[in-house]
């Protein structure tokens, strides 16, 4: 089945920068758009940021925009997300998750992350 596995998180001052990563399996990741979304504690899900399946495309939430850059190493099934600039309001679990859900809902976001073909996530605090 499929696998999403999150790395790369932990604890980061403000101004501080971060590498997450993602690790797929059970499906053809080369085919597949990707996305980051987060969850910052009592919000909802939001999406950060979404690339397509040739690393072409790239979408950003204003929230981050010009701060984080997504990619993508189709030869190693691994997305990443690279987070400079990091500021208290980015404290979230981060998750990666498969499809182009660049400007989706959060009630849209919680019913897909609800089919469970999504990973544990991975804490992201940013304090001084």
């Known amino acids: 089945g499929v696998q999403l596995v999150e790395s790369g998180g932990g604890l980061v001052q403000p101004g501080g920068s971060l590498r997450l990563s993602c690790a797929a399996s059970?499906?053809?990741?080369?085919?597949?758009?990707m996305t980051w979304v987060r969850q910052a504690p009592g919000s909802e899900l939001e999406w950060v940021s979404h690339?397509?399946?040739?690393?072409?495309?790239?979408n950003y939430a204003d929230s981050v925009k010009g701060r984080f850059t997504i990619s993508r190493d189709n030869a190693k099934n691994t997305l990443y997300l690279y987070l400079n600039g990091l500021q208290t309001e980015d404290t979230a679990m981060y998750y990666c998750?498969?499809?182009?859900?660049?400007?989706?809902?959060?009630?849209?976001?919680?019913?897909?992350?609800?089919?469970?073909?999504w990973g544990q996530g991975t804490q992201v605090t940013v304090a001084s």
């Open positions: 059970g499906f053809d990741f080369n085919s597949v758009p």
């Open positions: 690339i397509n399946s040739g690393g072409t495309v790239l």
């Open positions: 998750a498969k499809g182009d859900l660049a400007y989706a809902s959060g009630g849209y976001l919680a019913r897909l992350k609800a089919t469970g073909d």
